[in-house]
């Protein structure tokens, strides 16, 4: 199928490993140029190497610290004509309210919480100038799963639902689509470490862990970075202000004791 992305500019944050550079692989095989931002600088340029050489498609980088102060204003100069964005940047700490303190809880807010807000704004502004573009928040299913053990997470992740939702309601007033979409557990390196740890805990050991998951394990990172890309597309062009949910079930299959 041809979304009709070629030559789209794509902004991608947290886009050197992961599900971020998932997506830049996924929308430099659709033809889109790319804009990528993460802290390591090496690795972004690693990147883009293999993607201009493999797609021959423009990639641009930016390597810089999201938190610092001033550092979302500067991304959002870096992408000022960026058709689409795809907020990825960003995790929150784990465990429960007594175990993420204040400080840990406002530093893992800062980027994957007013992050994604801050450079919404920003970018939105842009691109209601042009009157077109679509904004990509990667939220995570936590926002739907509430977990006494990812307490900073879940909230969070909620809170960019409904952020999400509320100005994707009215976005395309302006020609612009704002979605979320909600991954479950995904074959990263973070959560092998995840799934490695709570093994750990519990001692039933990693594969145990992965058999309690549909199929018998997590999301591939191509199955996540299609879904981001065909949302991009105009064949999408009618979808704003929803969340797509890719766990394999996983919070359809909650109960409520």
């Known amino acids: 199928m041809d979304l009709g992305l070629k030559g789209r500019k794509v902004l991608v944050t947290g886009a ?25 600088g090496a690795r972004l340029e690693g990147l883009a190497g293999a993607l201009r050489e493999q797609h021959g498609v423009a990639v641009d980088v930016f390597a810089i610290d999201m938190t610092a102060p001033g550092a979302i204003s500067e991304v959002a ?5 960026a058709d689409v964005l795809v907020n990825n940047a960003g995790s929150i700490p784990g465990g429960n309210l007594w175990q993420v303190d204040e400080s840990a809880w406002r530093n893992g807010w800062e980027l994957k919480v007013f992050g994604y807000i801050h450079l919404t704004r920003l970018m939105y502004t842009a691109m209601k100038a042009r009157g077109a573009g679509v904004i990509l928040n990667n939220i995570g299913n936590g926002g739907e799963n509430f977990d006494f ?5 879940t909230t969070g992740n909620a809170a960019l639902m ?11 007033d302006d020609g612009i689509r704002v979605l979320g979409i909600n991954p479950g557990p995904v074959d990263t390196e973070r959560i092998r470490k995840v799934l490695s740890a709570r093994a750990g805990e519990t ?12 199929l018998r394990r997590p999301a591939t990172v191509a199955e996540v970075a299609d879904l981001f890309v065909y949302l991009a597309s105009d064949r ?3 979808t704003s202000g929803t969340i797509i949910t890719v766990d394999g079930g996983l919070t359809s299959r909650r109960t409520i004791a």
């Open 16 to 40: 050197s490993q992961g599900i971020g550079e998932g997506l830049a692989r996924a929308f430099a095989e659709e033809g889109c140029d790319l804009l990528l931002v993460a802290r390591s």
């Open 77 to 81: 100069a870096f992408g000022a004509d």
């Open 149 to 153: 053990d990812y307490i900073a997470g």
């Open 162 to 172: 409904a952020f999400t939702r509320a100005l994707g309601g009215r976005s395309l």
């Open 203 to 214: 001692g039933d050991g990693v594969q145990a862990a992965l058999d309690r998951m549909p």
């Open 236 to 238: 999408s062009r009618y």
